[in-house]
């Protein structure tokens, strides 16, 4: 395709997951899809905004506007940094016509990675193998707050030697909610022991999500307490191993 | 000391600097009126009413509705009634019967304190109904001289005598039937879809925690 | 009597509390398992259960915007009934005209249907107070009320008491046999509640709705006892907010087909009231007089305020408690106050103040599941957003608390850091050094703000370089 395409890297994946990163861009490579990845790029903001700081927030997503204003597509691993971008960043610059303006391009212009393959490109079928047993979470912010549900699902359907196996209570939240997890720690653990118990009664090896910070958190319950199974990001899945 | 006028205009003048004026009459939405498979509905509703804990029957005549009537007054062990004065309950000639049968009516009360008291010592309460919507097995009852509340509400037992004619497909054809008189209803409308219900301790279904623990609804032809 | 203060504050204490109650867990898990089912099965019985859902949504939106006209039509249509509309801008000014009321009637007994709005305002204790004697007739309200405790769940009261527990409850304030069958539990109340339907002076209601074309407010049922209450008694006194009005009867009907199928997955409830005025000449019960009391207290302010807006637009339903991955684990005590579950959570800091209920906007994890199910189209996630804005911002009007200086010094910085690429890089790499030297993984050992982190998860392991500078070194190798 002729479009340009950004490659918007969520500050987790950056900082802790950058093998998501690599994956994204072992899937563009194996499809062809010429793409920049603007290394003056950091972070969406999104921690800023749950915070309620929003002096902060607008700064930052001012610049992120002006660092994608170019491409046709930005294209990042995550649900909620899009939601982000989309639903907030007109949001927060709703008192600055001119800068509402760029918001509102920039946020029409932005895509969680599975909508931009399935819907965008038309692909479900990314020519991936993965050999696993395998379970899928919702991250909330992707099924809920985006709309995502099909897409990720069409393109798991045709990873070859993934076998895909229901998730019981697929769709409620992990407990992550970014600061929330270290601030109420106690709730958090009852919410990802829930998700992890699910994991393990689903027999799957492997839980698939398209959110760094889920993983971050289911991971990190698991290896703590030494259940079974491994977390996998979507891109991760889609570049094969 | 509270001054309502005053309170109104602080209150309604506060909310309209940031409101919007309705941009549509405040009119129900009606939709056409259609011809009703009685039958159909019928089936509906019993289906309905019946998976709600509640007893549907089907009579053809005059006769039959009296000796459903005495059937269920059996079923129940009752010597006592209370009953409206709906119009169907008159042409059925529902006191005489009763009476007849040793059931004792008791005389319907004008003073309101006498009327509680007839209501909360009958057994059962013989009420008709205005309307009944076969989706959900619901009878509709408008309030007034000629049927009281508490008819169908304090005995342990109620049983609602309506014409197979009143079915509807559900409440939406309620308000559609109701039509311009919904500028004019009575004091209470009271839908009923059961007995009473609670699951209130330990989530245990119980019937008749208030209301009536029995509820029949016979249709007559 | 128990006169019951907002515990607001007391969120991360009640919190422990209630997560440590192992049976209280599996009696949430479970009774939200059973709701969301009940709920999804009935709204797929719908011809089109989403689209039924999107045009409540749309009624509650149109009827708040335009609230005040329909509140205008509302009374006047009711007037014409024949009810008397009262206005009262906050609790003290309606407990105070109910109470006068009453003393006027010379009344020594009221009966009380379930009502937030009252247990708002704090009604029944006042009256109590003040000499007449009050009883809740929905039975797990009434059995909450014996115990001097607040409701553990939105649509079940009382259902984390044993029967064991009722039993000893009513032997000891009632004097009733003890006995370990509900049903005879439940038929003690209902003959002491009836002897207190026939002998009330005064009935008292909150409404699910106000119907603007018709002046009707109707309630919603399934025990009889707000028929009894709006019926025995010669006074009928409704409690209604003034966000309760909807526009038409058939906007009505739409939305109790959603209230019912989203609180308890019911087509309908056993009873819907639909009341017109008082009783009409030559009825024989019902009440002589119905007094309408339309309540603000501190609605009007919420309504001003275009963020917080839509939180007007519930129904009341309780759904997005049961869908609430937060509540389901801690349950409605934790929250303090009237509202519990993610409205709890709105407007509990709305009514009472922002610095009065802080943790109830942070505690959440956003996930929006509130607002996926909401019949109402209450923008739930969004305004915990906003009112963590507004506690940041120490929002005097919301009565926030000024947000400690360090807190804010924190954002600070770290706006700056993402502001420029360079800072950026230093400093994560600055980070990611610090956290592999502290342990990653086994030994947690993270700033004060983080810890929660570890206490029953591994820190992720940071990365040794970053996709940053992996892709910059690739790119370079590319080039050549």
């Given at each position: 395709?002729?479009?340009?395409?950004?490659?918007?890297?969520?500050?987790?994946?950056?900082?802790?997951?950058?093998?998501?990163?690599?994956?994204?861009v072992?899937?563009?490579?194996?499809?062809?899809i010429?793409?920049?990845?603007?290394?003056?790029?950091?972070?969406?903001?999104?921690?800023?905004?749950?915070?309620?700081?929003?002096?902060?927030?607008?700064?930052?997503a001012?610049?992120?506007?002006?660092?994608?204003?170019g491409?046709?597509?930005?294209?990042?691993?995550?649900?909620?940094?899009?939601?982000?971008?989309?639903?907030?960043?007109?949001?927060?610059?709703?008192?600055?016509?001119e800068?509402?303006?760029r918001?509102?391009?920039?946020?029409?212009?932005?895509?969680?990675?599975?909508?931009?393959?399935?819907?965008?490109?038309?692909?479900?079928?990314?020519?991936?193998?993965?050999?696993?047993?395998?379970?899928?979470?919702?991250?909330?912010?992707i099924l809920?707050?985006?709309g995502?549900?099909?897409?990720?699902?069409?393109?798991?359907?045709?990873?070859?030697?993934?076998?895909?196996?229901?998730?019981?209570?697929?769709?409620?939240?992990?407990?992550?909610?970014?600061?929330?997890?270290?601030?109420?720690?106690?709730?958090?653990?009852?919410?990802?022991?829930?998700?992890?118990?699910?994991?393990?009664?689903?027999?799957?090896?492997?839980?698939?999500?398209?959110?760094?910070?889920?993983?971050?958190?289911?991971?990190?319950?698991?290896?703590?307490?030494?259940?079974?199974?491994?977390?996998?990001h979507?891109?991760?899945?889609?570049?094969?191993? | 000391?509270?001054?309502s006028?005053?309170?109104?205009?602080?209150?309604?003048?506060?909310?309209?600097?940031?409101?919007?004026?309705?941009?549509?009459?405040?009119?129900?939405?009606?939709?056409?009126?259609?011809?009703?498979?009685?039958?159909?509905?019928?089936?509906?509703?019993?289906?309905?009413?019946?998976a709600?804990?509640?007893?549907?029957?089907?009579?053809?005549?005059?006769?039959?509705?009296?000796?459903?009537?005495?059937?269920i007054?059996?079923?129940?062990?009752?010597?006592?009634?209370?009953?409206?004065?709906?119009?169907?309950?008159?042409?059925?000639?529902?006191?005489?019967?009763?009476?007849?049968?040793?059931?004792?009516?008791?005389?319907?009360?004008?003073?309101?304190?006498?009327?509680?008291?007839?209501?909360?010592?009958?057994?059962?309460?013989?009420?008709?109904?205005?309307?009944?919507?076969?989706?959900?097995?619901?009878?509709?009852?408008?309030?007034g001289?000629n049927?009281?509340?508490?008819?169908?509400?304090?005995?342990?037992?109620?049983?609602?005598?309506?014409?197979?004619?009143?079915?509807?497909?559900?409440?939406?054809?309620?308000?559609?039937?109701?039509?311009?008189?919904?500028?004019?209803?009575?004091?209470?409308?009271?839908?009923?879809?059961?007995?009473?219900?609670?699951?209130?301790?330990?989530?245990?279904?119980?019937?008749?925690?208030?209301?009536?623990?029995?509820?029949?609804?016979?249709?007559?032809? | 009597?128990?006169?019951?203060?907002?515990?607001?504050?007391?969120?991360?204490?009640?919190?422990?509390?209630?997560?440590?109650?192992?049976?209280?867990?599996?009696?949430?898990?479970?009774?939200?398992?059973?709701?969301?089912?009940l709920?999804?099965?009935?709204?797929?019985?719908?011809?089109?259960?989403?689209a039924?859902?999107?045009?409540?949504q749309?009624?509650?939106?149109?009827?708040?915007?335009?609230?005040?006209?329909?509140?205008?039509?509302?009374?006047?249509?009711?007037?014409?009934?024949?009810?008397?509309?009262?206005?009262?801008?906050?609790a003290?000014?309606?407990?105070?005209?109910?109470?006068?009321?009453?003393?006027?009637?010379?009344?020594?007994?009221?009966?009380?249907?379930?009502?937030?709005?009252?247990?708002?305002?704090?009604?029944?204790?006042e009256?109590?107070?003040?000499?007449?004697?009050?009883?809740?007739?929905?039975l797990?309200?009434?059995?909450?009320?014996?115990?001097?405790k607040?409701?553990?769940?939105?649509?079940?009261?009382?259902?984390?008491m044993?029967?064991?527990?009722?039993?000893?409850?009513f032997?000891?304030?009632?004097?009733?046999?003890?006995?370990?069958?509900?049903?005879?539990?439940?038929?003690?109340?209902r003959?002491?509640?009836r002897?207190?339907?026939?002998?009330?002076?005064?009935?008292?209601?909150?409404?699910?709705?106000?119907?603007?074309e018709?002046?009707?407010i109707?309630?919603?049922?399934?025990?009889?006892?707000?028929?009894?209450?709006?019926?025995?008694?010669?006074?009928?006194?409704?409690?209604?907010?003034?966000?309760?009005?909807?526009?038409?009867?058939?906007?009505?009907t739409?939305?109790?087909?959603?209230?019912?199928?989203?609180?308890?997955?019911?087509?309908?409830?056993?009873?819907?009231?639909?009341?017109?005025?008082?009783?009409?000449?030559?009825?024989?019960?019902?009440?002589e007089?119905?007094?309408?009391v339309i309540?603000?207290?501190?609605?009007?302010?919420?309504?001003?305020?275009?963020?917080?807006?839509?939180?007007?637009?519930?129904i009341?339903?309780?759904?997005?408690?049961?869908?609430?991955?937060?509540?389901?684990?801690?349950?409605?005590?934790?929250?303090?106050?009237?509202?519990s579950?993610?409205?709890?959570?709105?407007?509990?800091?709305?009514?009472?103040g922002?610095?009065?209920a802080?943790?109830?906007?942070?505690?959440?994890?956003?996930c929006?599941?509130?607002?996926?199910?909401?019949?109402?189209?209450?923008?739930?996630?969004?305004?915990l957003?906003?009112?963590?804005?507004?506690?940041?911002?120490?929002?005097?009007?919301?009565?926030?608390?000024?947000?400690?200086?360090?807190?804010?010094?924190?954002?600070?910085?770290?706006?700056?850091?993402?502001?420029?690429?360079?800072?950026?890089?230093?400093?994560s790499?600055?980070?990611?050094?610090?956290?592999?030297?502290?342990?990653?993984?086994?030994?947690?050992?993270?700033?004060?703000?983080?810890?929660?982190?570890?206490?029953?998860?591994?820190?992720?392991?940071?990365?040794?370089?970053?996709?940053?500078?992996?892709?910059?070194?690739?790119s370079k190798?590319?080039?050549?």
């Amino acid at each position: 395709m002729s479009d340009s395409v950004a490659l918007f890297v969520p500050c987790l994946v950056d900082q802790f997951l950058p093998e998501i990163g690599q994956s994204v861009v072992k899937v563009f490579r194996r499809l062809g899809i010429d793409f920049s990845c603007d290394l003056r790029q950091t972070c969406c903001g999104q921690p800023l905004i749950n915070a309620g700081y929003t002096e902060g927030a607008k700064q930052v997503a001012k610049r992120f506007i002006s660092i994608f204003e170019g491409p046709d597509y930005i294209v990042a691993p995550s649900g909620s940094c899009i939601h982000t971008v989309r639903e907030h960043y007109p949001r927060l610059l709703a008192d600055e016509p001119e800068w509402h303006k760029r918001a509102c391009e920039v946020s029409g212009r932005s895509y969680e990675l599975s909508q931009f393959l399935v819907s965008k490109l038309g692909l479900d079928d990314v020519d991936a193998r993965y050999k696993a047993r395998a379970c899928l979470h919702e991250s909330c912010a992707i099924l809920r707050r985006l709309g995502i549900s099909d897409e990720p699902k069409s393109l798991l359907k045709n990873v070859k030697g993934l076998e895909l196996v229901p998730l019981n209570d697929a769709d409620v939240c992990c407990g992550f909610g970014g600061e929330f997890a270290a601030h109420y720690p106690n709730i958090s653990e009852a919410i990802v022991k829930d998700k992890a118990n699910n994991f393990q009664a689903s027999g799957a090896d492997i839980l698939i999500l398209g959110e760094p910070g889920c993983l971050l958190n289911i991971r990190g319950y698991i290896s703590h307490n030494g259940l079974h199974g491994r977390v996998k990001h979507i891109a991760e899945i889609l570049a094969g191993e | 000391m509270m001054h309502s006028a005053t309170n109104r205009s602080i209150i309604l003048n506060r909310l309209k600097r940031f409101a919007v004026r309705p941009d549509a009459p405040i009119e129900s939405k009606i939709a056409k009126n259609r011809v009703h498979d009685l039958d159909a509905l019928y089936s509906s509703f019993s289906q309905a009413l019946t998976a709600n804990g509640g007893t549907v029957i089907q009579v053809n005549k005059k006769d039959g509705a009296l000796e459903s009537l005495e059937n269920i007054m059996k079923e129940l062990d009752a010597d006592t009634a209370v009953i409206s004065e709906d119009s169907v309950l008159k042409t059925l000639g529902l006191k005489e019967h009763l009476n007849t049968r040793g059931i004792n009516v008791l005389k319907g009360e004008k003073n309101p304190t006498a009327h509680k008291g007839t209501c909360f010592s009958a057994d059962v309460g013989i009420t008709g109904a205005d309307y009944a919507l076969a989706d959900t097995g619901t009878i509709v009852i408008f309030h007034g001289k000629n049927n009281a509340r508490l008819l169908s509400l304090a005995p342990p037992a109620h049983i609602a005598i309506v014409e197979k004619g009143k079915l509807l497909p559900d409440i939406d054809t309620l308000v559609a039937e109701i039509g311009p008189s919904r500028r004019d209803l009575p004091s209470a409308m009271t839908l009923i879809t059961g007995p009473s219900l609670t699951a209130d301790i330990a989530l245990q279904a119980i019937y008749g925690v208030h209301g009536p623990k029995k509820l029949y609804v016979i249709f007559i032809e | 009597m128990v006169v019951i203060e907002p515990e607001t504050n007391n969120f991360r204490e009640l919190v422990r509390e209630n997560l440590a109650n192992e049976q209280q867990r599996k009696l949430l898990g479970d009774f939200s398992l059973i709701l969301k089912a009940l709920r999804d099965f009935s709204f797929g019985e719908m011809a089109d259960g989403h689209a039924a859902l999107q045009g409540g949504q749309k009624i509650r939106e149109y009827a708040v915007n335009s609230l005040p006209y329909l509140l205008e039509t509302f009374e006047e249509n009711a007037t014409k009934a024949g009810a008397k509309v009262i206005w009262a801008r906050d609790a003290r000014e309606a407990n105070a005209f109910i109470i006068s009321l009453a003393k006027e009637k010379g009344a020594d007994l009221c009966v009380k249907g379930k009502s937030m709005v009252s247990e708002e305002i704090g009604l029944r204790e006042e009256l109590i107070k003040n000499g007449i004697d009050t009883y809740e007739t929905d039975l797990g309200e009434f059995i909450v009320q014996l115990a001097g405790k607040r409701p553990f769940h939105i649509v079940g009261p009382a259902i984390n008491m044993s029967v064991d527990e009722v039993s000893c409850l009513f032997n000891q304030v009632l004097g009733f046999d003890k006995t370990q069958n509900p049903v005879d539990l439940t038929m003690a109340a209902r003959i002491f509640l009836r002897d207190k339907f026939e002998g009330a002076q005064i009935g008292i209601t909150g409404a699910n709705m106000a119907v603007a074309e018709t002046g009707s407010i109707i309630l919603v049922e399934n025990e009889g006892n707000i028929r009894f209450s709006t019926s025995a008694p010669e006074t009928h006194i409704a409690v209604v907010g003034i966000e309760k009005v909807v526009p038409t009867l058939s906007d009505a009907t739409h939305m109790l087909k959603l209230l019912t199928r989203s609180c308890t997955g019911q087509r309908i409830s056993e009873y819907v009231s639909v009341i017109t005025g008082p009783r009409k000449a030559g009825e024989v019960d019902g009440p002589e007089e119905l007094y309408i009391v339309i309540l603000d207290n501190g609605r009007s302010r919420i309504y001003a305020d275009e963020a917080m807006k839509s939180a007007l637009q519930c129904i009341k339903c309780g759904l997005c408690a049961a869908v609430c991955p937060v509540y389901t684990h801690v349950g409605g005590y934790a929250y303090g106050w009237v509202y519990s579950g993610p409205i709890g959570a709105v407007l509990n800091p709305l009514l009472l103040g922002l610095g009065k209920a802080k943790h109830l906007y942070q505690a959440t994890t956003l996930c929006g599941a509130c607002k996926d199910y909401c019949p109402g189209g209450v923008d739930i996630p969004n305004i915990l957003l906003s009112l963590r804005e507004r506690a940041m911002a120490g929002d005097r009007s919301l009565a926030a608390d000024r947000p400690p200086v360090r807190q804010k010094i924190f954002y600070c910085l770290w706006t700056w850091v993402l502001m420029d690429r360079l800072r950026y890089k230093i400093v994560s790499k600055l980070f990611r050094m610090v956290l592999r030297i502290a342990g990653v993984g086994k030994l947690p050992i993270l700033p004060a703000g983080l810890s929660g982190w570890t206490q029953c998860r591994n820190m992720p392991q940071p990365a040794k370089k970053s996709f940053h500078d992996l892709y910059a070194e690739t790119s370079k190798w590319m080039a050549l």
